[in-house]
């Protein structure tokens, strides 16, 4: 049996910036397959994708990463605009994939699956509850904290959530995701409310101030390790849960699991180049804790 399974979609992104434009894969499912890609696990990802992005699976297969395709009549295309500022960002989705349905994920079993959906409609929560009969559901919310009116990106709540979180084992959110689920600025007062609604452990990611992590009621502090060098954040959180969950597969406690994922996002930030998925091992990311300390 899989260890470990991730879902979603692979996106194509248009990157503008200073009249520059770029074409990149991303999406919660790429740099969270690339970080697992030369980890020791029991891994499969399945996605679903236009026939624009069959490249990119099949440069994630030539890794030796599973991966099964579903069809899709495209691929989510995302196109995000800076502006001379780059905190500010115009972001429209010009193309959505099909959505993920229960009778497509039959055949799979694993004992963890990672659901990392990038929009509302990615995936009904008849997928997670599905999926929790099978194994430990992890989630990603923050695209069930996104829809698409006419292009353009809003920024929603998600009405089904309490609904849907009883079947999520794993919850993963940043401080701004926290803050619309529960409508809490307080991260522990917030992390408790998802506790509260089901969740097991709740996971959440604070930048360069590290993370806190609430299971069985006790909070855990995870320090951010500091980069050597900072290039590209894109997909520090999805390399991050990839750190968690393999070392949660291996039995490691709630604390070193932390503490490596921690490791591993700081590391992919100093060495990926921009937007680059991380690509190192789990010696790489226990040589960079060492050295940190």
Known sequence: MLHLCCIGHITRDKVVHNLNERYLAGGTSYYF????????????LITAVGESELPVVNELRAKGIPVEVLPSKHSVYFENIYAANQDHRTQR?????DPFLVEQLQDVNARTFHLGPLLADDMPIAVIKYLAGKGKVSLDVQGYLREVRDFEVHAIDWPEKQEALQYVSILKANEAE??????????????????MWGVKEVVVTLGSMGSVIL?????????????VAVTDATGCGDTYMAGYLYQRSKEADIKQAGEFAAAMASLKIATSGTSG?????????LKFMRLSL
């Open 277 to 285: 998925p991380f690509t190192g091992t789990e010696q790489d990311v």
């Open 215 to 227: 299971s069985d009621g006790h909070f855990y502090t995870i320090p951010a390790y500091p980069p």
């Open 178 to 195: 926290l803050e619309v689920l529960t409508g809490s600025k307080n991260i522990e007062q917030g992390a408790r409310m998802l506790a």
């Open 33 to 44: 397959s690339y970080a697992l890609s030369r980890m020791h696990i029991a891994y499969q």
């Open 93 to 97: 989705v010009l193309r959505k994939a």
